[in-house]
């Protein structure tokens, strides 16, 4: 899901892989209060997520909530590269 909506706003894998998740996090709070193009024209012609949008992720992969939690306690880290 991240990545899906990262590109369809017009990022690139790498620009994507080299975003720290307080960057992303920072991006879509952001569209919460101001949808991406894309985000509104979806909403527009009542195009629907597919079934498993809100499955749970698969096992090993932290979830949107926990990957928040990792990104507070780690935003001191945001921009530092290696």
């Known amino acids: ?19 720290c998740m307080a960057d992303v996090e920072m ?3 952001h569209w919460r209060d101001y949808p991406s193009a894309d985000a509104l024209l979806r909403a527009f012609f009542g195009v629907k997520p597919p ?3 809100d499955a749970p992720p698969p ?5 949107i909530a926990e990957l928040r939690v990792f990104a507070h306690k780690n935003r001191h880290l945001a921009g530092q590269k290696g």
């Not at 899901?1 to 894998?13: E, P």
């Not at 096992?59 to 979830?63: D, F, P, Q, R």
């Open 1 to 19: 899901m991240i990545y899906g909506r990262l590109m369809a706003a017009g990022r690139s894998y790498e620009q994507i892989d080299e975003m």
């Open 51 to 53: 079934p498993d949008y």
């Open 59 to 63: 096992e090993g992969c932290l979830s």
């Open 27 to 29: 991006i879509f709070d």
